[in-house]
Structures are given as C-alpha cells and as structure tokens.
C-alpha cells in the first residue's frame, strides 16, 4: 500500500524553469529520457530511466521531495520520500 504524501504544502511552482531539455545534461554533452521537474523550485530534471538521474540527483543534493512529469501528455506528480504520487487534484488546482 502507498502511503499519503505529507509535503503537499510544499507544492510551489507548476511551470519548468525550461523545456528544452535537461540542463545538467546539456551543459554535459548526454542525453536524457524522460524530463522532470521539481514542484519545490522548478528545476528540471532526468528521469531514472536516464544515464544521470538528474531529477533524483536534484532531490538528494536539495532535498526537494516533489517533482512531476513534464513530458506531453503526462499530468502526474511524485514524492521521492513517501514514495507517493502527487494527487492530480493538487496540480491540476495549481495549474
Ligand atoms: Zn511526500
Ligand atoms: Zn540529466
Ligand atoms: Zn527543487
């Protein structure tokens, strides 16, 4: 059973700082899978499909819990501390 995620309040920014791609990975010359970004700041990030992992990577330097998907088409958040998605209610209230 998935647990409730207690840092809902913590959901600030619902836009990507960018779209283009990952920006660690891009300053790096590596490619990405998937695109996230923080729910706490905005930071972009790659999913851990990816070589990098820069969105969990994000999470453990800042300790951002919440992040969600930005691919097209995809609406769905996530806590990387309660291992809980994000309630689409919650992102789509922000959106
Ligand atoms: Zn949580
Ligand atoms: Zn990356
Ligand atoms: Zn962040």
Do not use: N
């Amino acid at each position: 059973m998935s647990t409730d995620c207690t840092h809902l309040d913590q959901v600030a920014v619902l836009e990507p700082a960018e779209r283009a791609g990952c920006p660690e990975c891009l300053a790096l010359g590596g490619t990405w899978v998937h695109l996230r970004s923080c729910l706490v700041c905005g930071q972009v990030g790659c999913c851990d499909s990816s070589p990098a992992k820069h969105a969990t990577a994000h999470f453990e330097a800042t300790g951002h819990p919440l992040m969600r998907s930005i691919e097209p088409g995809e609406g769905w958040g996530w806590c990387y501390v309660d291992e809980a998605s994000v309630p689409t209610a919650v992102l789509a209230s922000l959106r």
